[in-house]
C-alpha cells in the first residue's frame, strides 16, 4: 500500500520564500500548499487541513502571531513558526501561543525540512502495541487524540508542543530531567544556547494541569538541576 505524503502548508507573503520552500519540500517527498496570508489559508484549510504549517510571523494585516492564536482556538495542527527579528520575544509569544517550533530568518532550507520531519515524527500517534491512555496522578492522557481528561472525565486538546513536552515527562516518570535533556527529547536536537523555550511550554503545561510554579506539586522545580514529574504512571486497561 502507497503511502499518502504528508502536506505542508507554507505562509508567507513573501511569494519568492514560499516557491523556493514548495519546489525544495516537494523534492523531499512532501505534498505543498501555499497561503500568502491568513485568509488565504483558511480557505485552504477549509478544503484539507495540512500536517503542518510553515508560518511566518512578519505578515502585513494578520500577523503570524494573531493567526498562530487563533488557529489554536479550532486546530491542534502542528506550527513552525519563521521569524525574521532578532529579537526573542516574537520567538517566545509564538512558543505561548502554541507553536511547535520556530526558525530564524534567513534559514538553511535543510534545518527547516529537519525541524519539519522532527516535528511530525513526534506529533504522530503512539503505535497500536502501546497503551492508548496512561493515568498519571489525577490524569488521564488519551495519546491517540492528544487529550488531557480530568478526574471529572472533561477533554481538552494539547497543543503539539505541549503533548511532546507531556510525552517526555510520562515517559521518564521520577527521574530529573534537566531543561537540556527535555528539549532534547522532546525536539530532537540538542538546545542553542541561551534557549529559555523550555521554560515556556513548561509554564503552559502546569496551566493545562492546574499548577503554577511555586505550588506545582505534579511536576515539580529541582532547584539547579530541572524538572521531575513527581508520579508514578501507569496505562489504562
Not at 25 to 40: H, I, P, W, Y
Not at 154 to 163: E, N, P
Not at 183 to 188: K, P
Amino acid at each position: 500500500m502507497t503511502m499518502q505524503p504528508s502536506t505542508v502548508a507554507v505562509v508567507d507573503d513573501d511569494a519568492e520564500i514560499r516557491e523556493l520552500l514548495k519546489t525544495y519540500l516537494e523534492r523531499q517527498g512532501f505534498a505543498v500548499a501555499l497561503a500568502a496570508d491568513g485568509e488565504a489559508l483558511r480557505a485552504l484549510m477549509q478544503e484539507a487541513v495540512p500536517d503542518l504549517l510553515v508560518l511566518d510571523i512578519m505578515m502585513p494585516g494578520e500577523d503570524g502571531l494573531s493567526l498562530c492564536r487563533d488557529l489554536r482556538r479550532h486546530h491542534q495542527v502542528p506550527i513552525i513558526m519563521l521569524t525574521a527579528s532578532a529579537d526573542e520575544t516574537d520567538r517566545i509569544l509564538g512558543l505561548e501561543l502554541g507553536a511547535d517550533d520556530y526558525l530564524a530568518k534567513p534559514f538553511n532550507p535543510r534545518e527547516l525540512l529537519a525541524r519539519i520531519k522532527s516535528v511530525l515524527r513526534r506529533a504522530r500517534p503512539v503505535s497500536p502495541e502501546a497503551a492508548r491512555v496512561v493515568r498519571f496522578g489525577h490524569w488521564r492522557l488519551d495519546r491517540i487524540t492528544r487529550e488531557l481528561i480530568d478526574a471529572e472525565g472533561q477533554r481538552s486538546a494539547l497543543s503539539g508542543a505541549d503533548y511532546l513536552l507531556l510525552g517526555v515527562f510520562l515517559e521518564h516518570p521520577e527521574q530529573v530531567l534537566s531543561r537540556e535533556r527535555l528539549y532534547d527529547l522532546s525536539r530532537g536536537r540538542r538546545a542553542p544556547p541561551l534557549d529559555r523555550s523550555i521554560d515556556v511550554h513548561m509554564c503552559r503545561l502546569r496551566q493545562r494541569l492546574g499548577e503554577d510554579a511555586q505550588h506545582s506539586q505534579l511536576i515539580r522545580t529541582v532547584r539547579g538541576a530541572g524538572y521531575v514529574l513527581a508520579t508514578t504512571v501507569d496505562a489504562e486497561v
